[in-house]
């Protein structure tokens, strides 16, 4: 059964501290591994796509990676602004444009 | 403006009645989806198109209508709400089926 699980839930951190969250995934054949940021009572904020293991995206203080496991979210060196919480989805190729959504991952930046 | 606009922001409806929740967007992307999400469920997919007339269930389907006359609107309707349906609803279009933008979305309650 497809799955994503992404962890820790929650992440405090003060503004400079680096950090990386973590998307770990199960499916049958990879289309697609996607980030989104979702801000409080907004939509989500489409971010990265990856597509094959190995594979890096970056933008800002964000970075993307991919293993044919896992996804991680590196922040290096946060602000408060980039508070919201982070989510991963992946696109099974046996699913048509159905994404799998993980929980999300709520990261506060402190000043 | 060219966006996703979705309609009303917030709703609040009586079991039984008949609402819908619209969805508006200007790019002319072929794919369209409706989210709903729910603290511990994370985001779910209820509808999605491909294109104007073709339309597919998701995940949780049950309760809900969609039709996509044209390419821009894909509106959704809860054919008689119960409390269950309480919820935040996100649209989102896409150009290829996975690069999703989001709508800020409309929050339903049922009483």
């Known amino acids: 059964e497809d799955q994503v699980t992404q962890s820790p839930e929650a992440l405090r951190l003060q503004e400079g501290e680096s950090s990386s969250l973590n998307c770990s995934y199960t499916v049958s054949g990879l289309r697609g591994l996607f980030w989104y940021r979702q801000d409080p009572g907004k939509g989500p904020e489409f971010l990265f796509t990856?597509?094959?293991?190995?594979e890096e995206k970056e933008k800002e203080r964000l970075k993307a990676t991919l293993t044919k496991k896992e996804s991680f979210l590196h922040i290096t060196a946060p602000k408060p602004e980039d508070s919201a919480t982070y989510l991963c989805a992946v696109g099974d190729m046996d699913s048509n444009y159905q994404l799998i959504w993980g929980a999300g991952t709520k990261l506060i930046i402190k000043p | 403006d060219a966006g996703i606009t979705q309609s009303p922001r917030y709703k609040i409806t009586e079991t039984g009645r008949q609402v819908t929740l619209m969805c508006h967007q200007t790019?002319?992307?072929?794919?369209m989806f409706w989210y709903r999400q729910d603290l511990g469920h994370g985001l779910r997919l209820i509808y999605y198109?491909?294109?104007?007339?073709?339309?597919d269930k998701g995940e949780v389907p049950d309760g809900y209508v969609v039709s996509r006359s044209k390419t821009e609107n894909f509106p959704l309707t809860l054919e008689s709400a119960t409390r269950s349906q309480t919820s935040v609803y996100f649209c989102a279009s896409s150009a290829d089926g996975y690069g999703y933008t989001f709508g800020s979305g409309t929050r339903l309650t049922v009483v």
């Open positions: 990856l597509y094959s293991a190995g």
């Open positions: 198109s491909a294109a104007a007339d073709i339309t």
């Open positions: 790019w002319s992307h072929s794919y």
